[in-house]
């Protein structure tokens, strides 16, 4: 295999800490936000505009969210999913230190990408593909082609890692090799399998 392509959102990140903030940003509970902020996201990741996603959040609270709201909840959200593991991180410098082309495919909206694009962990990707930016997201077929396409290679010398079954599903429907991730320790045995860490 020549690439591994890693998921980032509670691969080689954290999942988000700012549910509190956002929540208390529109002045409602946490336990009413996170519904409304997970049921509009497929959207948001495929591409809809930062405004009109808070919107629609605002919309199933009853709330109508203003463009200043908006901004100030799209940098609440950026800096909450920002967070990375470290033994993740680790695991990537040693992928690259070993030889492996890495690259990251994720679903995250537009907004996320020009953030995630800036931090120091991007440096030993070759490549980082952002669903927002494709109008498409995983587990559709057409990212897999567009990923394999920017790769200039073939789907079988990929190694996709993700947490989500789903996407592994869909990463070896489309011809990658695919493995579920929990942690970057648990993922490093399959990887020294495939010859791929010392």
Known sequence: MR???FDYGEVISHRTDALPDMAAALGVPVADFEPAYWAERDAYDRGCPHQEY?????A???LAVDEATAERLTELDNRGWLGVDPDAVRLVEDLRAAGSRLALLSNAPVPFARAAERQPWTASFEHLVF???LATAKPDPE???ELVRRLDT???ACLFLDDR???VDAAQAAGLHAHRWSDAASARPRLRELGLLP
């Not at 808070?54 to 605002?58: H, I, L, N, P, T």
């Open 154 to 156: 073939r789907p079988e």
């Open 3 to 5: 690439w591994v392509v």
């Open 60 to 62: 199933r609270l009853g």
């Open 54 to 58: 808070w919107r629609a959040v605002g």
């Open 165 to 167: 079954q789903v996407n």
């Open 131 to 133: 669903s927002g930016d």
């Open 143 to 145: 990212i897999w082609d």
